[in-house]
């Protein structure tokens, strides 16, 4: 589902100060701030990835690197963004544009990847939630008019019986939460012309609304508000109209995403699969969808692939962790609304099998019909060596009280994954007391590591740029700093670049800030205890890894008969 990432600095204005808002310059114009996830954590405290330190460490060992193909699937991407254009991964064996499926592989003008999503009459932008399709689905099987029917499917479909009741219950808080939110928004964004009217034709600043003394309570809380936005950098001190411009901008986020949600994602008389043409009940069905890259609302997904491997260009100073060694194969299978497993099975089979070695997964939902098909899809990638990266989740949540799917657990219970190749990231913040992005997922079983989630600075749809926060963000920070290990060290598994990124991370007693559990640190809330460093994973990763089996990259002189004797190839 498309998380609410309304920008950061409007909510730490909004719903009080952030954990990490201590800058006082304008973030559009803060060139630390927004590069701030790359930072080494040893030289400066602040908890970023180790960017620069890694590709030095790695270059000064002789190492070439390889380019690696990293599949973002997603709700679409802007191909011809220019953070992007240049680092995309493009079909070798396609003819772009000639109507032919030139490489025989059930997809036709698929240059720069697939979209699951679309058909021939156009693209699915909103789609219902999950627990509205389980609950469309299975309501007259399971509460039909007949009783003894009911009760007989219940006996005879124990877990899709449990599943509807989840999902019921679910829906049921849900949908009166997002109607509730959105009147709240839309009534907010009704008030900004009185709220803006209360400075007066006056700058917001401290001294201006110190002056203003309000009437009625409607003034008393514009007044409010106004106090907490004017915290932000990104509007103190501006002109009404500028602050008038802030504030709608923000309010439109906030009703883009909650107005769907009421009027469509928990709508049961609403579903827009027909847009796509399959034979949606057929699980197995591979080949449907069309090649729009981009589809309805390409923001998101050109956010996360702007982290992995976006270009500075022109005055824009913002590059991707693996900007100079990854392409991106632009998989569309994230609505706004759930995404369904069928495409989300489909999405990753069409990345192995088109070369991707790497898989970012930013998105999750709550319960799972299909989750045996996608199951098979990671076993399937873990087969051919694929490394799987996904978003633990934006809901404050314990990961084994809170479902979010897809997931390498078969039970919550279990010990351990059934699979070696997925990695599942929580979010972080450049606030080394509160290190924990407030809204991230966390458990010290099933969220392996950390890594930056909040006031990440990347592209966005539209030539644009933007900052953006959530476990979104957290993963391609993850998929771009295991595209740099792969790329220098083309022989490591994925069970490898994950040891490596865990056994390395830069760890933190700070507390987690969970409300339920307010003694618990953060070091105890994931696997690894910490926020990953690229230099450190790469030095772990040649020294364990890579000099015990190199591969012939070091140098571009044939080896002789005798030291070839010495070269081993793991299998």
Same mark, same amino acid.
């Not at 309501?139 to 599943?163: H, L, R, S, V, Y």
């Not at 900052?467 to 740099?484: I, K, N, R």
């Given at each position: 589902?498309?998380?609410?990432?309304?920008?950061?600095?409007?909510?730490?204005?909004?719903?009080?100060?952030?954990?990490?808002?201590?800058?006082?310059?304008?973030?559009?114009?803060?060139?630390?701030?927004?590069?701030?996830?790359?930072?080494?954590?040893?030289?400066?405290?602040?908890?970023?990835?180790?960017?620069?330190?890694?590709?030095?460490?790695?270059?000064?060992?002789?190492?070439?690197?390889?380019?690696?193909?990293?599949?973002?699937?997603?709700?679409?991407?802007?191909?011809?963004?220019?953070?992007?254009?240049?680092?995309?991964?493009?079909?070798?064996?396609?003819?772009?544009?000639?109507?032919?499926?030139?490489?025989?592989?059930?997809?036709?003008?698929?240059?720069?990847?697939?979209?699951?999503?679309?058909?021939?009459?156009?693209?699915?932008?909103?789609?219902?939630?999950?627990?509205?399709?389980?609950?469309?689905?299975?309501?007259?099987?399971?509460?039909?008019?007949?009783?003894?029917?009911?009760?007989?499917?219940?006996?005879?479909?124990?877990?899709?019986?449990?599943?509807?009741?989840?999902?019921?219950?679910?829906?049921?808080?849900?949908?009166?939460?997002?109607?509730?939110?959105?009147?709240?928004?839309?009534?907010?964004?009704?008030?900004?012309?009185?709220?803006?009217?209360?400075?007066?034709?006056?700058?917001?600043?401290?001294?201006?609304?110190?002056?203003?003394?309000?009437?009625?309570?409607?003034?008393?809380?514009?007044?409010?508000?106004?106090?907490?936005?004017?915290?932000?950098?990104?509007?103190?001190?501006?002109?009404?109209?500028?602050?008038?411009?802030?504030?709608?901008?923000?309010?439109?986020?906030?009703?883009?995403?909650?107005?769907?949600?009421?009027?469509?994602?928990?709508?049961?008389?609403?579903?827009?699969?027909?847009?796509?043409?399959?034979?949606?009940?057929?699980?197995?069905?591979?080949?449907?969808?069309?090649?729009?890259?981009?589809?309805?609302?390409?923001?998101?997904?050109?956010?996360?692939?702007?982290?992995?491997?976006?270009?500075?260009?022109?005055?824009?100073?913002?590059?991707?962790?693996?900007?100079?060694?990854?392409?991106?194969?632009?998989?569309?299978?994230?609505?706004?609304?759930?995404?369904?497993?069928?495409?989300?099975?489909?999405?990753?089979?069409?990345?192995?099998?088109?070369?991707?070695?790497?898989?970012?997964?930013?998105?999750?939902?709550?319960?799972?019909?299909?989750?045996?098909?996608?199951?098979?899809?990671?076993?399937?990638?873990?087969?051919?060596?694929?490394?799987?990266?996904?978003?633990?989740?934006?809901?404050?949540?314990?990961?084994?009280?809170?479902?979010?799917?897809?997931?390498?657990?078969?039970?919550?219970?279990?010990?351990?994954?059934?699979?070696?190749?997925?990695? &599942? #990231?929580?979010? @972080? %913040?450049?606030?080394?007391?509160?290190?924990? !992005?407030?809204?991230?997922?966390? +458990?010290?079983?099933? $969220?392996?590591?950390?890594?930056?989630?909040?006031?990440?600075?990347?592209?966005?749809?539209?030539?644009?740029?933007?900052?953006?926060?959530?476990?979104?963000?957290?993963?391609?920070?993850?998929?771009?700093?295991?595209?740099?290990?792969?790329?220098?060290?083309?022989?490591?598994?994925?069970?490898?670049?994950?040891?490596?990124?865990?056994? &390395? #991370?830069?760890? @933190? %007693?700070?507390?987690?800030?969970?409300?339920? !559990?307010?003694?618990?640190?953060? +070091?105890?809330?994931? $696997?690894?205890?910490?926020?990953?460093?690229?230099?450190?994973?790469?030095?772990?990763?040649?020294?364990?890894?890579?000099?015990?089996?190199?591969?012939?990259?070091?140098?571009?002189?044939?080896?002789?008969?005798?030291?070839?004797?010495?070269?081993?190839?793991?299998?």
């Amino acid at each position: 589902m498309k998380k609410f990432f309304i920008s950061a600095l409007f909510l730490s204005g909004f719903l009080g100060f952030a954990q990490s808002a201590t800058t006082t310059l304008d973030p559009m114009k803060d060139k630390d701030l927004m590069t701030w996830y790359h930072k080494d954590f040893a030289t400066t405290n602040v908890y970023g990835v180790n960017t620069q330190n890694a590709y030095k460490f790695l270059n000064s060992k002789g190492l070439k690197p390889k380019t690696v193909t990293v599949a973002v699937l997603d709700s679409g991407v802007q191909i011809d963004h220019p953070a992007l254009k240049n680092n995309l991964w493009t079909n070798p064996n396609e003819i772009p544009g000639n109507g032919i499926d030139d490489d025989k592989n059930g997809y036709i003008d698929d240059v720069h990847g697939w979209n699951f999503i679309g058909g021939k009459d156009g693209d699915v932008g909103v789609d219902n939630l999950e627990v509205t399709r389980v609950i469309r689905q299975y309501k007259d099987i399971f509460e039909g008019p007949d009783t003894a029917t009911n009760k007989a499917n219940q006996a005879k479909m124990p877990e899709e019986f449990a599943m509807y009741m989840k999902s019921k219950d679910l829906y049921t808080k849900k949908s009166i939460e997002a109607k509730q939110n959105y009147e709240f928004y839309n009534n907010l964004n009704k008030s900004i012309p009185s709220m803006v009217a209360l400075l007066n034709g006056k700058n917001l600043i401290a001294e201006n609304l110190a002056a203003i003394k309000p009437t009625t309570q409607e003034d008393a809380k514009n007044l409010q508000i106004l106090s907490r936005v004017a915290q932000d950098p990104a509007v103190a001190g501006k002109s009404p109209e500028e602050v008038q411009k802030f504030l709608s901008d923000q309010m439109k986020e906030a009703l883009d995403y909650y107005e769907p949600q009421a009027t469509k994602q928990y709508n049961l008389d609403f579903d827009p699969r027909s847009i796509v043409g399959d034979d949606y009940s057929n699980i197995n069905e591979k080949y449907y969808g069309n090649n729009h890259y981009e589809g309805p609302d390409a923001l998101h997904g050109t956010h996360v692939a702007g982290i992995i491997a976006g270009l500075p260009n022109g005055d824009e100073i913002q590059y991707g962790v693996a900007s100079k060694v990854a392409k991106i194969m632009t998989i569309r299978a994230v609505p706004d609304g759930d995404e369904r497993d069928k495409d989300i099975a489909n999405g990753i089979y069409y990345a192995v099998n088109n070369g991707a070695k790497i898989v970012n997964m930013s998105f999750g939902k709550s319960v799972s019909p299909g989750k045996q098909k996608v199951w098979e899809a990671f076993k399937y990638a873990q087969d051919k060596g694929v490394l799987l990266v996904h978003a633990a989740g934006n809901d404050n949540a314990d990961l084994e009280k809170d479902d979010n799917f897809p997931t390498n657990f078969k039970k919550v219970t279990d010990a351990k994954p059934f699979l070696n190749n997925v990695i &599942t #990231v929580g979010a @972080s %913040t450049n606030d080394d007391a509160h290190l924990r !992005a407030s809204f991230s997922n966390y +458990n010290g079983k099933m $969220v392996d590591v950390f890594a930056p989630g909040e006031q990440i600075y990347s592209s966005v749809a539209g030539n644009k740029y933007q900052y953006l926060q959530g476990t979104s963000m957290a993963s391609p920070v993850v998929a771009g700093a295991a595209a740099v290990l792969l790329a220098y060290m083309p022989n490591l598994t994925p069970a490898q670049i994950i040891e490596s990124l865990e056994k &390395t #991370v830069n760890k @933190s %007693t700070a507390n987690a800030d969970i409300s339920d !559990a307010p003694n618990e640190t953060f +070091n105890k809330i994931s $696997v690894s205890g910490g926020v990953i460093d690229l230099y450190k994973a790469a030095v772990y990763a040649y020294d364990h890894f890579y000099k015990k089996n190199p591969v012939k990259t070091l140098n571009k002189k044939a080896p002789t008969k005798k030291r070839n004797k010495k070269v081993k190839h793991r299998k």
